[in-house]
């Protein structure tokens, strides 16, 4: 008997199996789409909660998800293209790379934290894995770098070591005020003695009183140091963000060293109230405007301006100089770091650290045009 049935044109038909479960092909079929509506769900979920890209073997960008475009602050035609260089920061050493290569390269799954570099030129932490895909014969063909974003807790984490060095920078500054206090104001005294006993060339009185004053400005320093370590509780009262702007402007003007610098002021009339130590406040917007002065030497101009975002003032302070170089932006906020002659405190660290007492923050901001902007972001109190 023949193992087909015909229809009335005796075309041949195959039979179709009785048991219900549909022929091999379409099992086939139904487990193909079943397994790409489960990659699609992986997919969906990846890009929900994760940075995710893809690139070719030798590293070219092919594939980058929402959230890749969204922390880079690239679109995703500028990414696509490119290797990840365009995000580096600068930050690891060339062989921490040389390594991943290495690692991923001989078919092995790569884990590390990288800080990158966004479009706007801020920087945020990943935490990355980079998985090899491998063809036939072992070798990789394609990468995906699947990342989450550690930005907040590497910045709690640096700052519980700030708070501990700090803790230990008070300890050390209490021992050096207690054994150079003292002696230092006895050597000050003994020099002042011989220069007014001088009968000399003037030449010689000069040098004395060039001594004298690198012992009042190590004085300085070690009280700088005390202040920075030990800070006085600020005293703390409803105050008008305009108001202390004014006023520190007013402070510059009369700085004879301030002669040519002209101040733009923006928004001095907001009515956004701040809780803060007025005396405390000027002093940090005062040496952020000597700072911006001093980068651009005679003849400049200073902008400040106040704006309110998120129930936050923002104070900012910018000039038109060179701006901070890259391979010391990372340093400008470290006890002792300067590239200024002038400043109150401990420069931009005593600043910074008076602003956190305030439960506020300072940062800062490099244009690519040029400059610096200096922004001290306070939590908004009342309104007058």
Known sequence: MNDRTQNDHDEPKALEPRDGTGSPLRQAED???????????????????????TTDRKGTITYANDKFCEISKYSREELIG????IINSGYHPREFFQEMWKTIGSGHLWHAEIRNRAKDGTYYWVDTT???????????????????????????????????????????????????????????????????????????????TEMVARIDALN???????????????????????????????????????????VEVIGVDTDAVIRADPELMKAVLLNLMINAAQSMGRDGRVVVSIAEADQHCLISVADHGPGIPEDIREKVFDPFF???????????????????????????????????VMIVSLPVTTRT
Do not use: W
């Open 31 to 53: 487990a193909l789409r079943r397994s790409m509506k489960d990659l699609e769900d992986v997919k969906y979920a990846l890009d929900q909660s994760t940075i995710v890209a």
């Open 130 to 208: 980079i998985v090899p895909f491998l063809d036939e014969q072992g070798r990789p063909y394609q990468y995906v770098a699947i990342r989450h974003d550690i930005t907040d807790r590497k910045r709690v984490e640096a700052e519980l070591r700030e708070q501990a060095a700090l803790t230990r920078l008070g300890e050390m500054a209490a021992v050096v005020a207690h054994e150079l206090k003292n002696p230092l104001a006895g050597l000050r005294g003994a020099l002042e003695i011989l220069g007014r006993r001088m009968t000399g060339e003037p030449t010689d009185r000069q040098i004395i």
């Open 82 to 85: 490119q290797n990840h260089r």
């Open 338 to 372: 300067t590239t200024k002659h002038r400043g109150t405190v401990l420069g931009l660290a005593g600043a910074r650290r008076t602003v956190d007492l305030h439960g506020g923050k300072l940062r800062f901001e490099c244009p690519p045009g040029g400059g610096t």
């Open 220 to 262: 300085q320093m070690v009280q700088d140091l005390l202040v920075f370590a030990r800070p006085t509780p600020p005293r703390m009262a409803p105050v008008s963000a305009g108001l202390i702007v004014r006023a520190t402007v007013a402070l510059l003007s009369t700085d004879p060293d301030m002669r040519g610098i002209s």
